[in-house]
């Protein structure tokens, strides 16, 4: 079994910074594309930031300049440092991750458990 675990969300004022992570356990081959999606209340799921297995990086034009999205892969672990946070960033943020379990099989989609991020003006 695979399992992503998330931290780091909160409460935090407008303006503040947050950092969340989101490490991968369990037995698998590899890890390719990680991400952060965000659902607000009465919104659809959206995606915030990716990175590939090779470091490169797209972010939704939201948080562009303000999010940086990083990965360890000696930790199986994907970051999103969000500065200058504005309340428009509160929703539950979501880490996923595409993980090929076995060296014939094909790529996964697996998600964390979600954390809350509220900011307040």
């Known amino acids: 079994q695979v399992q992503l675990v998330e931290s780091g969300g909160g409460l935090v004022q407008a303006g503040g910074s947050l950092r969340l992570s989101c490490a991968a356990s369990?037995?698998?081959?590899?890890?390719?594309?990680m991400g952060w999606y965000r659902q607000a209340p009465g919104k659809q799921r959206e995606l915030v930031a990716a990175i590939t297995s090779g470091g490169s990086t797209n972010y939704a034009d939201s948080v562009k300049g303000r999010f940086t999205i990083s990965r360890d892969n000696a930790k199986n672990t994907v970051y999103l440092q969000m500065n200058s946070l504005k309340p428009e960033d509160t929703a539950v943020y979501y880490c996923?991750?595409?993980?090929?379990?076995?060296?014939?099989?094909?790529?996964?989609?697996?998600w964390g458990q979600g954390t809350q991020v509220t900011v307040s003006s």
């Open positions: 996923h991750m595409k993980i090929l379990r076995f060296i014939l099989g094909v790529n996964s989609d697996y």
């Open positions: 369990g037995s698998f081959f590899s890890i390719n594309a």
